[in-house]
């Protein structure tokens, strides 16, 4: 009875949620039910009160400081119009003979240098559209175009990124960003090399076909849109990306490793410096770069107050999603008909820990339509397994860092992903027109990079 409970649970919570109710209302409610379902209507309460919200104030505990600060930083770059500058300033540079590589460049620049998607997906439409139009190249595409700049190898793959779906492995595996960074850059170029012959060879039918940009019903460019912010050039607007990525990179490899951070561990009885210096290296970075364009910036600022307060407001939403969704999957992980799918999934490649984890992490990212959320659930739940796993196997932590990562980030959308839902919204267009080049590219090839990193990590482990 119990693994019917999750399944109805899980079909329901699906459902709902791809027809646009909030996960914060959702996920305790579908928590509920599985618990009713499964005949522990005694426990509902405590479940709710202990073991959901235990999971979910845990989660926002360590990862809060991450989403406030990439949101933060996100909401500077647009403000400050370095997101614009960068984005004109790839567009000069590479015209209009190559939208389609324009718009995933552009994203992936932004996205790479820590700058949330969403915002990406806001500042980037606008000039894609522009650009796609001018060409004469299907507005349909622009979605997939975002989706592989910004959904795909610089979210999961290419060592070093901020995003948050590359942070939340470190303290279950003690690694760091810059886990298994060969593999991470294979993964990264399969994911773009494939994803953007797939997409020109998208446009070159639509041409054949001479199918147009489309009619479309859309407000005009603003005056804004278009004009670069005065005194933003495009090396003034890398240097927090770059910021970002360098300090990242210099606090991970360079100063936390050669500081004695032991009186830490020992005044703090919950702190491991070695499995947590991976996270504290993307906030210095993070609280660098912020404060870099503030100052920078200082004499420029519209309403320095508001951009704050929208870039702190907006970190608020995304968190409680994610943390609502891993408080569900502490809740269907009590249930007895959880440890029956768990050693199902622990066992579908006994030799290959690499295997099982990539299958667990896609499997609950698609049932979230979240990255971060099936992530958090699969780590929460097994994470301590598949350390153990991998240690007995002697397959290293980091390659099972970037194994979790990249299976996260391929059934992450499906058609009930709110990073799908909110895209298609931006771009004004539906899922009958659009999501079968969203799921080639985000689905699919990123399944392909999955399998390649896999294979290679098997034969030659990690690097």
Known sequence: MSMLAIVVSLALLILLAYRGISVLLLAPLMASLAVLLSGDAAFLLPVYTDTFMQALGGYVIQFFPLFLLGALFGQLMADSGAAQAISHGIVRRLGTRHVVLTVVLACAVLTYGGVSLFVVAFAIYPIGRELFREANVPKRLIPAAIALGSFTFTMTALPGTPAIQNAIPIPYFGTNSFAAPGLGVIAGMIMLGLGMVYLQSRVRKARAADEGYGVHTEKETDAAEQDEPRGMTL????????????????????????????????????????????????????????????????????????????????????IFNTASEVGYGAVIASLAGFAIIRDAVLNVSPDNPLISEALAMSVLAGITGSSSGGL??????????????????????????????????????????????????????????????????????????LVSVITLGTLFGSF
Not at 419 to 448: D, E, F, K
Request: glycine share 6%; aromatic share 6%.
């Open 235 to 318: 090396p003034l607007a890398l240097i927090p990306l770059v910021m970002v990525i360098g300090l990242n990179a210099l606090f991970t490899y360079g100063v936390f490793p050669a500081l004695d951070m032991s009186a830490i561990d020992d005044a703090f009885e919950n702190v491991s410096s070695q499995s947590q210096a991976g996270l504290w290296a993307i906030l210095v970075a993070l609280s660098s770069a912020s404060t870099w364009l503030i100052v920078i910036r200082w004499r420029h600022w519209a309403d320095l107050k508001a951009t704050v307060n929208k870039g702190v407001f907006g970190s608020l939403l995304p």
């Open 376 to 449: 958090s659930i699969a780590l929460e739940t097994l994470g301590e397994e598949y350390l153990a796993l991998a240690q007995q196997a002697g397959i290293d932590p980091e390659l099972m860092h970037r194994v979790a990562t990249l299976a996260a980030g391929g059934m992450d959308t499906l058609p009930h992903s709110g990073a799908v839902i909110t895209l298609l919204a931006i771009c004004g267009l539906t899922h009958r027109q659009s999501y079968a080049n969203i799921a080639m590219v985000t689905i699919l090839l990123p399944v392909a990079a």
